[in-house]
C-alpha cells in the first residue's frame, strides 16, 4: 500500500519559516509529479506548489517568492520550504501526488493526512 507521510509543520511566528516534509512509503518503485496544498478553516483546498519530476516547479500567487519546492528522488521526499510566513498561510497542508508503485504501474492521485501550520504571534 502506497502512503504520503507529511511531517514539519507547528507553531510559527509571523515573518518566521518552517520546512515540510512528505516522504512516500510502502511498495513503491518512485513519486512521479507531486504538490502541496493547503486549506485553511471555512475556506477551499488551494494549490501551494507542484513540482515534476523533471523538477519543473509551479506556485500558487499567494506564497511565489516565500515558498520553495524540492525533491530528493533518492529518498521519496518532497519538501516545502516555507519563508516568511503570515498569519493567512495558516492551514492545513496536505500532499499529494501520483507514485510509481511498479515501473509501468501508477498509483494517480494519493493524498497524505496532512500537517497543521499555524502562524500566530
Known amino acids: 500500500q502506497v502512503r504520503l507521510v507529511e511531517s514539519g509543520g507547528g507553531l510559527v511566528q509571523p515573518g518566521g519559516s518552517l520546512r515540510l516534509s512528505c516522504a512516500a512509503s510502502g511498495s513503491i518503485f518512485s513519486i512521479a509529479t507531486m504538490g502541496w496544498y493547503r486549506q485553511a478553516p471555512g475556506k477551499q483546498r488551494e494549490l501551494v506548489a507542484t513540482i515534476t519530476g523533471g523538477g519543473s516547479t509551479n506556485y500558487g500567487d499567494s506564497v511565489k517568492g516565500r515558498f520553495t519546492i524540492s525533491r530528493d528522488n533518492a529518498k521519496n521526499t518532497v519538501y516545502l520550504q516555507m519563508n516568511s510566513l503570515k498569519p493567512e498561510d495558516t492551514a492545513v497542508y496536505s500532499c499529494?501526488?501520483?507514485?510509481?508503485?511498479?515501473?509501468?504501474?501508477?498509483?494517480?492521485?494519493?493524498w497524505g493526512q496532512g500537517t497543521q501550520v499555524t502562524v500566530s504571534s
Open positions: 499529494n501526488g501520483a507514485v510509481w508503485v511498479t515501473a509501468t504501474r501508477i498509483a494517480p492521485d494519493v
